[in-house]
């Protein structure tokens, strides 16, 4: 997928496949399965790393992330994520977000709303492409106990409506919404030009994404609701990611049951 291609998806009504990935050879899979988007999230602290949240990733690591996941990627769009405090102000982020590109990454993915007006402002005038992230930001989970739905009151829900809005206006490229009730994801696509897609948004978001490690049950622990196991009822981790590329292009994922 190209970055121009992104609304044309949306304008069509076809759904936008996403995946994580971390390293070449897993990379290559998820490209080769024709999934869409590849994002090198700074999940890979909780699942390359071992650590309890994202907030330790370094620049260096999404760096080194960043270039070996980007080098295995021949069509699908591959979105770096930003990690704790390399967006603090414009300058670093436009330093930091610079040096991703460089690496391979075709656009950056930051999390948060008004807070970032300056920074999102300074990307898009430097001609980098970003990505919105907002809902459940898991920058700003500490441990388990902060993994929760967002948006659920009146108030919630209408500041993140108001995030996406503005973030839209920024020149926002694309946005992520995690964790928040179907119908809140529902009225934001409807509302917006830009393609969003959710984790644990219900299926009325223009796309989906899953961290790989969870989709393929590589993640322990008790896993949140949305999260589907495929590698259960295939027999490779290639027909696992392609069996997630045809339920999402046909919206069979995720269902009522993966959703909130
Ligand atoms: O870091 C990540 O993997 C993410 C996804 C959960 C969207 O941000």
Not at 109 to 134: F, Q, W
Not at 164 to 184: D, F, H, K, R, W
Request: with cysteine.
């Amino acid at each position: 997928m190209k970055h121009s291609e992104l609304n044309i998806f949306k304008d069509n009504n076809q759904k936008i496949t996403c995946l994580t990935a971390y390293d070449a050879s897993m990379a290559k899979l998820i490209d080769d399965a024709g999934v869409d988007i590849i994002l090198i999230g700074d999940s890979l602290g909780m699942v390359i790393q071992g650590d309890e949240n994202t907030r330790s990733v370094s620049m260096i690591d999404m760096l080194y992330h960043t270039k070996i996941v980007a080098k295995a990627c021949n069509q699908s769009l591959v979105i770096a994520d930003m990690p704790f405090h390399s967006y603090d102000n414009a300058v670093t982020a436009v330093t930091n977000a610079k040096e991703l590109i460089s690496n391979g990454a075709d656009m950056v993915k930051i999390e948060g709303g008004i807070e970032n007006t300056d920074v999102i402002k300074a990307l898009v005038s430097n001609n980098i492409n970003v990505c919105g992230h907002l809902g459940l930001q898991p920058q700003l989970v500490v441990d388990s106990s902060d993994y929760k739905v967002q948006g659920r009151d009146e108030d919630s829900s209408k500041i993140i409506q108001d995030n996406a809005t503005l973030l839209e206006s920024l020149g926002v490229s694309i946005l992520v919404l995690e964790c928040i009730p179907s119908n809140l994801a529902k009225l934001i696509t409807n509302k917006l030009k830009i393609p969003t897609i959710g984790i644990g948004a219900g299926k009325n978001c223009d796309g989906q994404v899953l961290v790989s490690y969870d989709m393929l049950g590589i993640t322990l622990g008790k896993q949140p609701r949305f999260v589907r196991n495929f590698l259960n009822s295939e027999s490779s981790i290639s027909s696992a990611i392609k069996a997630f590329v045809l339920e999402v292009k046909e919206g069979s994922f995720p269902n009522k049951n993966e959703s909130y």
